[in-house]
């Protein structure tokens, strides 16, 4: 009998061993990567799919709305370009520096005599289409307490009819406020925005907020 029983108990082992390989396989491959189509889960506290949102959010600028908005500015010594810069930085909008057509002379003596004559001189700005914009930004150094002429010649070339001006200025002891009437005289028909006088830069975000361009 012992003789007997030993095939049949052989054939019992072997088929068990391989049901316990095959059960063993199965698991394996359903937790592998390789092999599982469900999506990884997400991190904790994180819903899936929400990471690349996050991201794009925090990379995107704060500007309000959709509206396009261009930074153009006249620089003589750099200080105002760098506050452009930073509204350019704060706001996602296009710089466009103005230039004048030809150099000063002398700086002194034709600077402000363009100023109290009211001459526009000729100017480079590279923009194609202003009409492209709702909010411009319109920057400059305060020379005679007064912007400096390019600026006139800016305002007066270009139609800002139902568009949104934003001074903004340099000055070493002058503040804003007694350049601001070129903006009114020269563009009657579109809305002036309060001015900065940017000798601070830590005061740019908090102004464009007030202002309601950037959250």
Known sequence: ???????????????????????????????????????????????????????SDETESTAAGNSRILIAYFSYTGNTEEVAQ????????????IQRAEEYGNLQQEAESEILDGVHPDITVPVENLA????????YPIWWDEAPAMIATFLAENDFSGKTIVPFCT??????????????????????????????LDDIEPWLQE???VE
């Open 1 to 55: 009998m012992k003789t007997k029983r030993t095939p049949l108990v052989l054939v019992l082992a072997v088929v068990l061993s391989f049901m316990l390989a095959a059960c063993s396989n199965t698991s394996i491959g359903s937790s592998s990567t390789g092999g599982n189509t469900e999506p990884l889960a997400s991190p904790p506290g994180t819903a899936s799919g929400d990471v690349s949102t996050t991201l």
């Open 86 to 97: 930073k509204i350019a930085e704060y706001t996602g909008g296009d710089l466009a520096e």
């Open 132 to 139: 492209d914009y709702d909010t411009i930004f319109v920057g």
């Open 171 to 200: 000055s070493a002891s002058d503040t804003i406020t007694n350049s601001l009437h070129i903006f009114s005289e020269l563009c009657p028909d579109a809305e002036i925005a309060e001015g900065l006088t940017a000798d601070n």
């Open 211 to 213: 202002i309601g361009v």
